[in-house]
């Protein structure tokens, strides 16, 4: 789009969440999303964010990167292209916060989910499993609970959520939230 000021390269596990500040909080940037599934394989997650940054480099305007530290290169890369990457080590202390987050883990080792990660778990797996031979089954074996971030407004498929309870065979708590921290730091970018 000629013109647009401020491109937004995200993770596609914040689809939902930027769809929603779009709808509801009149967040007016050009948004690309990669596929969640990437930060698995860091070879294909470099090779798709370079050929975003270079689309955007022929767009012009400031580029905001919505990935934590998702790549052991990721600065390096980012500031190739004098792109800025959110201030936050990765998707889940985007959306809660790194305090909240810390502080449910030391309540119990947690696995959390968010909208992104309940609709992409299963890509994800299958993408580990595939190119890395990685058992999913066996990294939840150190895991107490599972906690789904419930945010008004944006639905969580339920189904998908039973299903990776089951398949990582642990309990399921939810935690209301707001996307107050999410847009903070998405406007200090």
């Known amino acids: 789009m000629a013109g647009v000021s401020t491109i937004i390269i995200g993770c596609g596990i914040f689809r939902k969440e930027i769809e929603f500040l779009i709808k509801e909080k009149g967040l007016s940037e050009d948004v690309i999303f990669l596929d969640a599934a990437l930060h698995v394989n860091f070879d294909k997650l470099k090779v798709r964010l370079t050929d975003a ?3 955007c480099r022929e767009k012009g305007g400031r580029v905001k990167i919505l990935y934590g530290h998702c790549h052991p290169e990721m600065n390096e890369i980012l500031g190739r292209y004098g792109a800025k990457r959110i201030e936050a080590g990765n998707c889940l202390e985007a959306i809660a916060g790194a305090e909240e987050i810390a502080r449910l883990d030391k309540e119990a080792k947690t696995f959390f989910l968010t909208s992104g990660w309940v609709n ?18 066996r990294m939840f074996s150190s895991y107490k609970r599972i906690v789904v971030f419930d945010i008004s407004g944006i639905p969580v498929d339920e189904e998908k959520v039973r ?9 399921v708590e939810r935690r209301s939230i707001t996307l107050d921290n999410f847009l903070q730091i998405l406007n200090a970018c």
């Open 163 to 171: 299903k990776l309870s089951d398949y990582a065979r642990l309990p």
């Open 53 to 55: 940054l270079e689309e």
């Open 120 to 137: 992409n778990w299963e890509a994800m797996f299958r993408l580990g499993e595939e190119d890395f031979n990685f058992d999913f089954r």
